[in-house]
Structures are given as structure tokens and as C-alpha cells.
């Protein structure tokens, strides 16, 4: 049995992600602790926002759980700059995610319906 949420791209993206980010958080510690724990919390609300988002009936409701997942998102991609600044991150790994996560934050931009801007060139 496969739901409704499992069967959008965007969900099983985000669910490659927290992979990823679980697999890196085991060898943060000491100063890095605080991004690890804040990493985990964003990187996990993604896909559980998008599942509950999904389940909503109500535009509104959908677009503000889309929203919210989409603010994940572009916060992971905050913490990742944290980490490679403090040495924990390598910059071309970041990069790498950075593309999925700015894929992510596109994607549930029309799943909610709103526009979202990856790049300040495309701000008017």
C-alpha cells in the first residue's frame, strides 16, 4: 500500500536527504553539536510536513504545511553553510545537496502554490 504523500517526487527527495543528513550527523560533536541537533530537526520536518500537507483538504491548509517545508528546506541550506564554515562540511559536498534542496523548495513552492525564487538574479 502506497499513500498519497509517498507518491510525490518532492517527498521521496526530501526522504534522500534526511538520509544523507542522518549519515552525516553521526560524526558531528563537540562545537558542531548544536547544527547537528538543528540539521536533524529541519532536514526531518521536510518530508513530515509534505505527509500532513498532502492530507489536507483545504488549500490553505496545504499551502501553509508546503510553506513550512519548504522553510526547512532553505534552513538546512542555512546550517549547511554553517557547518562548512566551521571545517565540519566539505563545500562541494554542500553544493551538491544545496541543488537538491533548492529542487525541494521549488517544488513544494507549486505544490502550495506560491512562487519561490532559487537565486537574486530572478527577484524583480
Known amino acids: 500500500m502506497t499513500l498519497g504523500h509517498e507518491k510525490l517526487d518532492v517527498y521521496r527527495l526530501s526522504i534522500e536527504y534526511v538520509a544523507w543528513v542522518f549519515e552525516k550527523a553521526v560524526n558531528l560533536n563537540g562545537v558542531h553539536r548544536s547544527a547537528r541537533d538543528q540539521w536533524l530537526r529541519a532536514s526531518q520536518s521536510i518530508p513530515l510536513n509534505i505527509a500532513e ?52 523548495a521549488a517544488m513544494l513552492s507549486r505544490l502550495g502554490g506560491r512562487g519561490y525564487c532559487g537565486n537574486e538574479d530572478s527577484i524583480a
Open 53 to 104: 500537507g498532502n492530507g489536507k483538504t483545504a488549500k490553505a491548509d496545504r499551502r501553509r504545511y508546503f510553506e513550512i517545508a519548504r522553510g526547512s528546506a532553505l534552513e538546512c541550506a542555512a546550517i549547511q553553510d554553517v557547518l562548512v564554515v566551521g571545517k565540519a562540511l566539505a563545500d562541494s559536498e554542500s553544493q551538491t545537496h544545496k541543488v537538491e534542496l533548492d529542487r525541494m
